[in-house]
């Protein structure tokens, strides 16, 4: 074999060659690492379509394979037994575990009584919802809802044909999100209107530098939603989470509520179990309990992990809605632009011996408070020495 320029010359070009490979490698990854930093949701959206096409596979294999063994049991049974039918069948084959009873609703001439509790199961709530995701601006929607004289100041509405079984805040971490929030509001405030719930908006907004603390923001809109009214049921919400279904009842329970158990943009799978993100629920009784929403995760992610801890630690289980009723669509891009918090790991390792110190019981901060027709705005300037954690 003949070497180009000889087998000296050879060797003498590989570390060359090794170099710039390693080079290029390391660019690379570099170019990688940095994408991931300054883009989190969209790397985490493509992470979890990835996972949860495998787990669509692996159901869909499943599936096949229960399939092709009732096939291959019913052709024996037949052959032993030809008098057997599907009536006789001895195996419960037909049984399937995530098949879910449809839950009865009332009927449509249900009678109302103004001094009587508004039932959670509305002839109104029909199922899902036909979702429209195009931009309006806000003095569009202004002018729809100003239509109806029963929405106060700040969005706030309770039915007049009974009594609400809720007091429900809605509470809203925000932050440049304006052609979000119009969108928002065109579903949601219909759905908890045929739900027949007493609710009022709060979108808490961050101002300042600081990278974004979606818990904290939570912490603040609990505190001044308090001082409005004597509010039992707590709705953390996402600005860019859309229901699909008006039968995902806003209310609360004896256990904490995860409504958005089912995102388009993960192929409406729960990306893992723990999964606690997007719109989940607490009475006031156990969001105080848990000392609210850890305050220490500065950027993107962890904090609704963190919840999920806190939920645990403090005896209680997480529920969620049946079958597809738990459908949200997602606006694309909500993430963008918000860093990675590389702190969260750390912080996730500890959360039982921070759930004492950090959350609402360290919390510190100076908002500016203002009204619209459909919300009240608290702006809040957040820096870590707001709230600081003692050490554990």
Known sequence: MRWPRGPRGAWRLLPRRSLLA???????????LYFVYV???IVNTYLFMMQAQGIMIRENMRTIGAQVYEQVVRSAYAKR???????DYPLDLNHNDTFLQATTFLPEDFTYFPNHTCPERLPSMKGPIDVNMSEITMEDIHQFFAKDPSIKLGGHWKPSDCLPRWKVAILIPFRNRYEHLPVLFRHLIPMLQRQRLQFAFYVVEQAGNQPFNRAMLFNVGFREAMKDLDWDCL????VDHIPENDRNYYGCGQMPRHFAAKLDKYMYLLPYNEFFGGVSGLTV??????NGFPNAFWG????????WNR???AGYSVTRPEGDTGKYKSIPHHHRGEVQFLGRYALLRKSKERQALDGLNNLNYFPNVTYDALYKNITVNLTPELALVTEY
């Open 235 to 238: 709705i953390f919400h996402d």
């Open 81 to 87: 037994n030809s008098s057997v039918n599907d009536s």
């Open 311 to 313: 939920v645990q630690y």
């Open 22 to 32: 390693a080079l290029f490698l390391f660019s690379l990854s570099s170019s990688f």
């Open 285 to 290: 009784e156990q969001f105080q309990k848990i």
């Open 39 to 41: 883009a989190p949701g």
């Open 300 to 307: 993107w992610g962890g904090e609704d992990d963190d919840l």
